[in-house]
């Protein structure tokens, strides 16, 4: 989706056998890069780090990214992480100076490729740096981008977890 809308990605995955599956597609517009460390020193100015990771690595992730990242980086949280640790995650890097936006996705597959909606919480100062990535990546209606900033730190992902309580409560009953 990023790279469809014009975006150049730099991007680390360590599993080499969707690394190969990805790069056998030959995308325009990615560069896969050899470790974390050859990721976070790739580019100069500030860096967006988009983490959509499994809950019980998101924050060993954040820990190593931390000590390779820079005043004024962004790390945003795409997974479904409960809002209490984006919380805690924000106050972990605003101590290093890194911005951090807790970020719930709701689209599945069809929303990776077409737009997703997208609940932002977090750095005020990192949401007026991304909000132009985001809004162009998300589902539209009308013109109207399903894309929304509600706050502080946490209320992302807990838009996300009421989001998610209405969706399941909808399919329980139909």
Avoid at 52 to 59: G, I
Avoid at 122 to 135: D, P, V, Y
């Amino acid at each position: 989706n990023l790279i469809s809308k014009g975006f150049l990605i730099s991007a680390f995955e360590k599993n080499m056998t969707i690394t190969n599956d990805i790069m056998a597609d030959d995308p325009k517009g990615l560069t896969l890069k050899s470790s974390i460390n050859d990721l976070c020193g790739s580019s100069s100015g500030n860096k967006l780090i988009l983490l959509s990771l499994p809950a019980n690595s998101v924050d060993k992730c954040i820990d190593d990214l931390a000590t390779l990242l820079s005043p004024g980086d962004i790390v945003a949280d795409l997974g479904n992480s409960w809002y209490s640790k984006s919380i805690s995650r924000n106050e972990f890097l605003a101590k290093r100076q890194i911005d951090f936006l807790g970020i719930g996705v709701s689209g599945g597959p069809r929303g990776a490729q077409l737009g997703p909606a997208i609940m932002v919480g977090g750095s005020k100062r990192a949401w007026n740096k991304t909000k132009h990535i985001f809004e162009s990546i998300a589902a539209k209606r009308d013109n109207t981008s399903a894309c929304q900033y509600f706050g502080s730190a946490g209320s992302g992902h807990f838009v996300k977890a009421v989001h998610n309580g209405i969706e399941y409560a909808l399919m329980a009953i139909l």
